[in-house]
């Protein structure tokens, strides 16, 4: 059997998981949760993203995963919405370049978003700089659409792209995620401390909240504070989690 039918057959008998990680603050109290999906497989155990999204994403599939994922995302934000600690807390979604070119992409974010009756301003989209090399104008209408509903967006792995940073000036987003190749060179490294402090510029430029993510030392994250860097996310707060154990205790906390 090919990975592709496995991959097909799995969906089908459900066997994709969610799992999310959560991002603290300056002070590290608890600010939201990124979905980070994973395959439990019985042939293969649990596959993590990279050993099955790119086929995903090659043969279309992306887009009935994606659909999962938005569900799952919706369905902890609704039960999070009865939580007063929680309530305020985002939930951020990876986007592959394949789903944002669905024709009616913004039309099925809506409709789900509706059904599970919670704010849209809790749900934010994760994109990679991949999504601006092709019809950016498309991907500018998309993501003024969900603005305009309230969604929010980030770019994710940031500094790693090819773009041209004259794009910020036009893109709705309201996040920048620095990525983890920076992070995890901040403390020794002085190039990559310089690219992490122009990330955080760039943020107080175009009023962009700026993340950290793989924070795995104590030392990093002082360093990253102190360069100014607004939220964070690693395993020095949490490994991920399957977003089921994590409604599980909100519901024993009662
Ligand atoms: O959890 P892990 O570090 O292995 O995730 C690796 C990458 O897989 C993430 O950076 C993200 O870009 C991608 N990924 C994780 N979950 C999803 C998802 O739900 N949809 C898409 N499109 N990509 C995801
Ligand atoms: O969306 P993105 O590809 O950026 O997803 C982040 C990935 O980084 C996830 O696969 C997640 O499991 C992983 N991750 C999260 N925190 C850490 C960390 O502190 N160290 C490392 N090495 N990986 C992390
Ligand atoms: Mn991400
Ligand atoms: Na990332």
Excluded at 20 to 35: A, F, H, K, L, Y
Excluded at 97 to 120: C, M
Excluded at 158 to 167: E, K, V
């Amino acid at each position: 059997v090919s990975l592709v039918s496995e991959l097909r057959r799995g969906i089908e008998r459900g066997e994709l998981r969610l799992f999310s990680q959560p991002i603290v603050d300056r002070d590290r109290r608890v600010i939201g949760e990124e979905g980070l999906i994973r395959w439990l497989s019985p042939e293969r155990g649990l596959v993590p993203p990279g050993g099955f999204i790119p086929l995903a994403e090659q043969t279309g599939i992306i887009v009935e995963i994606g659909e999962w994922v938005l569900e799952e995302a919706c369905r902890v934000l609704a039960a999070w919405k009865r939580e007063p600690e929680r309530r305020e807390l985002t939930f951020s979604v990876n986007l592959s370049e394949r789903q944002l070119r669905v024709d009616d992409f913004t039309e099925r974010v809506r409709a789900i978003i509706a059904r599970h009756g919670i704010a849209p301003g809790r749900l934010k989209f994760e994109l990679t700089e991949s999504v601006l090399h092709t019809d950016l104008d498309r991907t500018i209408r998309l993501l003024s659409l969900l603005r305009a509903e309230g969604v929010l967006s980030s770019l994710d792995d940031f500094g790693t792209g090819y773009s041209s940073l004259s794009y910020l000036r036009h893109l709705p987003v309201q996040q920048l995620k620095i990525d983890r190749s920076f992070v995890s060179a901040v403390v020794d490294d002085e190039p990559a401390t310089a690219i992490a402090r122009t990330i955080v510029q760039l943020g107080r430029t175009f009023d962009l909240q700026v993340v950290a993510e793989g924070v795995e030392t104590e030392e990093q994250f002082e360093r990253l504070r102190d360069l100014g860097v607004d939220a964070f996310q690693g395993f020095l707060f949490a490994r991920p989690r399957p977003v089921d154990e994590t409604l599980r205790e909100l519901n024993s906390a009662g």
